[in-house]
């Protein structure tokens, strides 16, 4: 029976963790102080949707605390965290640039205001004759991507960059 209850236990917590819909019961609005399961006639949970228990088994209500003690003094507070950090990402793209037909060519994205590039890439068809040469930051505020188009017709290509306001 013991090692019953322990499984019935161990089942109401992995079941709270998932959250499947079990109810909740409470003599106050506050904190619940048992859950609502359905067990089989050897004791064992078994999971039900919505809190329903299905045909053959039985509802059983399991304390969700047995131990309430005194609350205990409280701790000292932690040291403050990093200063700085990423805030207002935005995603923008550059104008569409088209390649002629056996060239290469750049294209630029720019940031907005006084947000940083943080990453960037580009738009383009590769793998159908166009080949990416490059695509980097070059400089704070922008993404450049350089494509050669090995195509026969002209080619539309784009760089966007992810941009935030940097602190610290």
């Known amino acids: 029976m013991t090692v019953q209850l322990r499984h019935l236990a161990m089942g109401l917590l992995a079941l709270g963790l998932v959250g499947l819909g079990w109810g909740l019961a409470s003599a106050s609005t506050s904190t619940p102080q048992f859950a609502r399961a359905c067990v089989n006639s050897k004791s064992v949970l078994v999971l039900s949707a919505r809190?329903?228990?299905k045909k053959g088994l039985r509802a059983v209500n399991v304390p969700l605390s047995t131990?309430?003690?005194?609350?205990?003094?409280?701790?000292?507070?932690g040291s403050p965290g990093p200063t700085g950090g990423l805030m207002g990402f935005t995603r923008v793209l550059s104008p569409i640039?088209?390649?002629a037909a056996g060239t290469q060519a750049p294209t630029t994205?720019?940031?907005?205001?006084?947000?940083k590039v943080i990453g960037g890439g580009e738009v383009a068809d590769v793998?159908?004759?166009?080949d990416?040469?490059?695509s980097y930051p070059v400089s704070d505020t922008q993404w450049l991507?350089?494509?050669?188009?090995?195509?026969?017709?002209?080619?539309?290509i784009w760089a966007w960059a992810i941009c935030?306001?940097?602190t610290g």
């Open 51 to 53: 809190g329903a228990c």
């Open 67 to 77: 131990v309430v003690g005194p609350q205990g003094p409280q701790g000292i507070q």
């Open 97 to 99: 640039h088209s390649i």
């Open 109 to 115: 994205a720019t940031c907005p205001g006084t947000t």
């Open 127 to 130: 793998g159908n004759g166009t």
């Open 132 to 134: 990416v040469i490059a």
């Open 145 to 156: 991507v350089s494509v050669y188009n090995n195509t026969g017709n002209s080619e539309d």
């Open 164 to 166: 935030a306001n940097v």
